[in-house]
């Protein structure tokens, strides 16, 4: 399906990974939706996975997921910060689902005996892919991942190439990040690498509309007027990006750099961008405070700061909003468990709070355990996040009289019935295989006069169905709460506040005797927002933040 109104902006990386392209891409549409357009982006991959749930996240950094249920790259995440939007299946092209289809489609007589290639039929795919993502959109945003002279994504670069044939170059803006190195040892910057990136994209039959200039501080005119007298390309569209505190003021760097004449004539509209909320946020961000609350992080992916990318940022934003600076504390889990209880307690009663994030398998788990039940002993601020409810289950099982309580995922025996978290129904057999965990978008409904429900309602994060308080939130798991094992867990004080709408599985549990302990079995993480933080983090902090010394 075609969208003849719709105008397309396709970013690319040269020089190195990792140069910004994602943030670029989100801010460019950040200024444009404060134009007042609709604005989508989509992220294509060149990676041969299928999609990014299996890839290891101390390596990728966290696997963010749509509202349709799509495990995707944390660049979306990016986008639904930035422009407040829900990504979804069409969000996302990696080039192992091409494959995949097109192979399907072949297997299945589709070609009708035609020789399938790269080009057109590769090619043509993606075109599709990005025409479906665009559907109802004024402006559509593509990053391709990878850098220029990648193997893997030159079918990509072809794609955008001949997408300009469909809608007509006018509709078209092609933006190329490239990165500038400053070498110390002659205290100068490189221009080189950014000229041949520039030259094989160039080779590739794409002649950028602009050029971003990545540094680690800001460059002289005279740097991007030497990339666009080597590149072809006029000076007025070469832009400086350097290196800034906060990813939240690239959108001001970027207006900063002269990208707004160049986007006005592309879209012919010279409208101011409204940005006055995102001045507030970096005010807000940029503040030191006169209180500090230390959060802990207990986490068992930890080398990466990306691998709970969403869960940091909620918690930075919701700091924010509140006039606290936020502190992160890594905690590994896996260090926790060898310490004697008295170090544990000492390193604990430091912190302001305790976020348990998501994960999988046994290693860490006991320390992650013990950090849940140090939060439920001691009236510490305490935030379980999906696999952190789970262990908080645990450990009030444990409290309550099941001294062996654990979960099936971690392969426990229960010959004793001490597992009181179990696989969920039709997921048996499918462990460690890509797409098959309770994944997206489900609703919950809240126990009526709960903690949770309290915080729900105050932020009208839900509505009213059938005189019960209903709320949605993604999930990534496949192990629940088995009921059964209630009573043991309310013994160790902990009871439910939320359940799935036919009361099968646990959502959402409480600590009534705590001023903070809420869990839940979704990934809240993915629906908090820098201009609109998540509920649960802004109590969270909000009582950490009362609560400290």
Known sequence: MKNKKCKYIFVTGGVLSGVGKGITAASIGAILKAKGYKVTMQKCDPYLNVDAGLLNPVEHGECFVTH???????????????????????????????????????????????????????????????????????????????????????????????????????????VSVVYVPFIHTSNELKTKPAQNALKDLRGFGIIPDIVCVRTEGPCGRAICEKIAAFSGIPGEAV?????????????????????????????????????????????????????????????????????YICVTEALKASG????????????????????????????????????????????????????????????????????????????????????????????????????VIYIMDGQRGTESTGGTMRLGDYAAKLLPKTKTEKIYKKYDFGKEVGGEYEIIERHRHRYEVNQKFLPEIEKGGIKVSGLSPDGKLVEFIEAPKCKFFVATQAHPEFKSRPLNPHPLFMEFIKTAKNSSN
């Not at 930035?82 to 969000?91: I, R």
């Not at 302001?352 to 950090?371: L, N, S, W």
């Open 239 to 307: 832009l400086n990006l350097p290196d800034i505190e906060s990813v939240y003021d690239v959108p001001f760097n970027v207006l900063k750099s002269g990208v707004l004449e160049i986007l006005d004539d592309f879209v012919g509209d010279k409208r101011e961008p409204d940005m006055s909320k995102w001045k507030e946020f970096s005010r807000r961000r940029g503040k030191k405070y006169t209180k500090t609350v230390k959060i802990g992080l207990v986490a068992k992916y930890v080398g990466n700061d990306d691998t």
């Open 320 to 419: 924010a909003w509140n006039n606290v600076n936020v502190e992160i504390e890594w905690v590994n889990a896996e260090g926790l468990e060898s310490l004697t209880q008295e170090e544990v307690n000492k390193l604990l009663s430091r912190l302001d709070g305790i976020v348990v994030p998501g994960g999988f398998g046994a290693r860490g788990i006991e320390g992650k355990i013990r950090a849940a039940k140090f939060a439920l002993e001691n009236d510490k601020p305490y935030l379980g996040l999906c696999l952190g409810m789970q262990v908080a289950c645990i450990a009030a099982a444990r409290r309550g009289g099941i001294s062996k309580a654990n979960s099936e995922e971690f392969g426990a025996e229960d010959a004793d019935g001490n597992n």
């Open 68 to 174: 349709d249920g799509v495990e995707t790259d944390l660049d979306l995440g990016h986008y639904e910060r930035f422009l407040d939007f829900e990504t979804s299946k069409y969000s996302i092209t990696l080039s192992g689902s091409i494959y995949k289809e097109l192979i399907e489609r072949e297997r299945a007589g589709g070609f009708h005996g035609k020789t399938v290639q790269l080009v057109p039929h590769f090619t043509n795919l993606v075109c599709e892919k990005i025409e479906k993502a665009s559907v109802d959109s004024d402006i559509h945003i593509v990053e391709i991942g990878g850098t220029i002279g990648d193997y893997e994504g030159l079918p990509f670069i072809e794609a955008i190439r001949l997408f300009a044939n469909r809608v007509g170059r006018r509709n078209c803006l092609y």
